[in-house]
């Protein structure tokens, strides 16, 4: 076992294991969208879970370091909590703001952010961008929402992990990146009785079609 030290708070933690991964076993929550544990190479995609290591110049995202003995982690710095705080204006000026009619509310991972963070779910002064349609409807038995998508990654991982290949991915690039569906014709049995996709994502941006919306 490692000795760190994380806001002032020493830690035991195993070798090999992402900071991430540590802060959250020890209680210390960091802000985060697209960590799943035991993932082999994290995305860093939502650009959340920044910390400060003594020794670096900048803060660096924490899902993609492991952990060394005698490291020094700083997770509240003005400096990180800035950062989150532009990341999360970011994501929420492309997000429909619905939380009322939305199945992921009071269980909302950007909920749980904007608390933590004391910052509300507007983005603020950036403009609202909204994709068109606000849902596709092409696989059988679930309903996307790409206003509600953060483009985490979760629901691509685990479900090539439970199904052994690949029926979901990213698809278009940029702004208009959403998740596109393959095999939809011979996989409905399959995705019904599965439904990891929906229960990994963090927004509730994936729903099985007879969940009312």
Do not use: W
């Amino acid at each position: 076992m490692l000795k760190i030290r994380v806001d002032e708070k020493e830690i035991e933690a195993q070798e090999g294991t992402t900071l991430l991964q540590v802060c959250l076993d020890h209680g210390i929550y960091i802000p985060n969208l697209c960590f799943l544990a035991h993932m082999e190479q994290p995305p860093a995609s939502c650009r959340f879970c920044f910390v400060e290591i003594e020794g670096l110049q900048k803060a660096v995202p924490s899902c993609t370091i492991e952990v060394r003995e005698g490291m020094v982690v700083r997770t509240d710095s003005p400096a990180v909590r800035s950062l989150q705080k532009s990341a999360f204006r970011l994501f929420m000026s492309v997000h429909h703001v619905d939380c009322s009619h939305c199945p992921g509310n009071r269980r909302c991972e950007l909920q749980r952010i904007a608390k933590f963070l004391r910052i509300g779910l507007k983005p603020g002064k950036l403009d609202k961008c909204l994709k068109e349609p606000p849902i596709i409807q092409e696989h059988p038995v679930l309903d996307y929402y790409p206003n509600r998508c953060v483009l985490c990654g979760k629901c691509l991982h685990i479900c090539l992990s439970r199904q052994g290949k690949p029926l979901l991915d990213f698809a278009k690039r940029g702004f208009n990146t959403v998740i596109s569906f393959y095999g939809t014709a011979s996989s409905d049995s399959a995705c019904e009785t599965c439904l990891a996709c929906v229960q990994v994502c963090p927004v509730s941006a994936l729903t099985l079609r007879t969940q009312e919306h």
